[in-house]
């Protein structure tokens, strides 16, 4: 599909939108709505081996995920959405590069409120290095997640996120086998491949 390469093509050289100029991000944000109206998944939530996996950030506009970059001695490695359709759960893992290797995770479960959009809850955040977290890949830590319910200090921070706030929300816009496009309630647009 030539709108599909043609979007890849323009957000390749943005590092996730990092480097992104605003002509540029007006420009992919072009190609995002014409790949949206091409999306072959009329239903994207009941698609579920389409949606279900680890999936990997290719280009944001979130200020929140790529502000990860702006802190000194940082810098932002790979970013992973992981969802778990059966556990209704999303894990955000960021990798941070710097002399040690970190890693922040944020978990959340969520609900379907249309054949599009989910009601996300944040629920977890573990920030840590990735060598005492024992971080490999998404897959190992998400399990090791799951068999802890929170990590000692020594490991790395890990706590609760107050259920208290509002959930946000996440729409599903375009959806195949290997591309994900998601638009969130701060008015993010999200672009991700399937790994």
């Known amino acids: 599909m030539f709108e599909k390469t043609d979007l890849l093509d323009a957000i390749a050289p943005t590092n996730r939108g990092l480097l992104a100029?605003?002509?540029?991000?007006?420009?992919?944000?072009?190609?995002?709505?014409?790949?949206?109206?091409?999306?072959?998944?009329?239903?994207?939530?009941?698609?579920?081996?389409?949606?279900?996996?680890?999936?990997?950030?290719?280009?944001?506009?979130?200020?929140?995920?790529?502000?990860?970059?702006?802190?000194?001695?940082?810098?932002?490695?790979?970013?992973?959405q992981c969802v778990r359709i059966d556990q209704q759960r999303i894990y955000n893992l960021a990798e941070i590069k710097a002399a040690l290797g970190g890693l922040v995770s944020v978990t959340a479960t969520f609900e379907a409120v249309?054949?599009?959009?989910?009601?996300?809850?944040f629920d977890r955040?573990?920030?840590?290095?990735?060598?005492?977290l024992g971080y490999q890949n998404p897959d190992q830590f998400i399990q090791a997640m799951?068999?802890?319910?929170?990590?000692?200090l020594m490991r790395g921070i890990d706590f609760t996120v107050s259920s208290n706030r509002e959930p946000g929300w996440l729409e599903v816009t375009y959806l195949d086998s290997t591309m994900r496009i998601g638009r969130g309630n701060q008015g993010s647009v999200f672009v991700l491949r399937k790994v």
């Not at 249309?114 to 809850?121: E, F, H, L």
């Not at 955040?125 to 005492?132: D, E, P």
């Open 21 to 80: 100029a605003p002509e540029q991000k007006a420009d992919i944000l072009s190609k995002v709505v014409c790949l949206e109206a091409r999306n072959p998944t009329a239903n994207p939530l009941a698609a579920t081996e389409l949606l279900n996996g680890n999936w990997q950030l290719l280009y944001t506009t979130s200020t929140e995920l790529l502000g990860i970059d702006r802190f000194p001695l940082l810098g932002l490695g790979n970013i992973y």
């Open 114 to 121: 249309s054949d599009q959009r989910v009601n996300v809850r």
């Open 125 to 132: 955040a573990i920030f840590g290095l990735q060598s005492t």
């Open 146 to 152: 799951q068999q802890t319910s929170k990590f000692n």
